[in-house]
């Protein structure tokens, strides 16, 4: 898992128990019932004083019974769906990473503080209300520790990822495992596509280079700042080569390497249309844009082959879940064949 997913389950977690929501607010509220009684009981009682005993549990009994005031101004629906939200989080966090102790402790005390609630919501009775406050107390001592933690860890995720005014940004994310050799290319591919794009905007010097603001490898997730047009054409051309492959596997049933030929490129990737839309394109262009979007397609390829998830910007694209075992073997299939990117459609690779 990424830092970035890690991040994004944490805040969903947290998102989930916000500290005004309903459900920290009643088991707080519980939790200072069941520590107000204890304290009573601690401080006051005394055995040898049968009717000062009699008086601190009558005050105690009255905190329990306050209990069921509690319960009748919290709407169940209310508090039952955002006990459901919070704990459909921590089971989704626990589904792609080792679950962590606190967050499997804070699951199971909202399993028992539920239990309890449905109980005492059907049989109002201080025996039952004294159960409640009895499970709130470890269930708001979890619910802050887990809320500490976890904002802790969040903040350590957080990268610097401002950059100067003038870039824009490009977050693209590869889901694949990729061995070294192949990770490597596909982050070669990346910064050939952006300085072929960069030579037809006219965009030179320390300008046109791109800065890494945050890579991390096993699969590929990538952060660099740029021009801002540079950056905004690579990331729409990454994503037009990724649906076409996508779609040309869904309608044909087959992989199929992005083409290389100047009609088919252009059919692909609408790259001059997209230069004419900003006034870029002349007859003495034509030859340039022509070598460069054959270069594109072809670095475009290496970096798309065998993903059958990938991440631009934010914006998830993918085959159907249920194909993507097969789409994943076929590409393997392909790259040991040699039938998919280093071949151009016309002929020699172009690199």
């Not at 970035?4 to 805040?11: A, F, N």
């Not at 401080?43 to 209990?67: C, G, H, K, P, W």
């Amino acid at each position: 898992m990424f830092s970035l997913e890690l991040r994004d389950h944490i805040r969903a977690i947290l998102a989930a128990m916000p500290a005004d929501g309903v459900l920290r607010g009643t088991v707080a509220t519980l939790a200072h019932v069941h520590a107000k009684t204890i304290d009573l009981i601690r401080s006051r009682i005394d055995l040898s004083d049968a009717q000062a005993a009699i008086n601190t549990l009558n005050a105690a009994r009255s905190e329990i019974a306050s209990v069921l005031g509690v319960i009748r101004e919290v709407q169940p629906r209310k508090l039952l769906s955002a006990t459901g939200e919070l704990q459909k989080a921590i089971e989704m966090f626990s589904s792609l990473a080792e679950p962590d102790t606190k967050l499997r402790a804070l699951h199971t005390f909202l399993d028992s503080f539920i239990d309890v609630y449905e109980t005492c919501l059907r049989v109002q009775t201080n025996e039952n209300a004294l159960d409640l406050v009895s499970a709130a107390q470890p269930l708001s001592a979890a619910l802050n520790a887990t809320q500490n933690a976890l904002v802790a860890v969040s903040n350590a995720l957080n990268y610097d990822s401002s950059g100067s005014e003038s870039a824009e940004h490009l977050t693209l994310i590869l889901f694949s495992s990729n061995t070294y050799r192949t990770f490597v290319e596909k982050l070669v591919a990346v910064g050939i596509i952006y300085d072929e794009i960069a030579q037809l905007f006219g965009v030179t010097g320390t300008e046109q280079e791109p800065s890494i603001v945050k890579v991390e490898s096993g699969s590929l997730w990538l952060d660099i700042a740029g021009s801002a047009t540079v950056i905004t054409l690579v990331a729409t051309l990454i994503t037009r080569a990724t649906q076409w492959i996508y779609r040309t596997y869904t309608d044909e049933g087959r992989i199929a390497a992005i083409p290389r030929n100047v009609e088919a490129v252009e059919a692909v990737l609408h790259l001059r249309a997209t230069l004419l839309e900003q006034g870029i394109g002349s007859p003495e262009l034509d030859e340039h844009i022509e070598k460069a979007a054959v270069k594109i397609a072809t670095n475009l390829d290496r970096l798309l082959r065998g993903e059958p998830r990938v991440e631009v910007n934010r914006q998830l694209l993918s085959v159907a879940f249920s194909e993507e075992q097969r789409f994943v073997a076929e590409s393997r299939q392909k790259q040991i064949e040699g039938q998919v990117g280093e071949q151009s459609e016309g002929g020699a690779d172009v690199t």
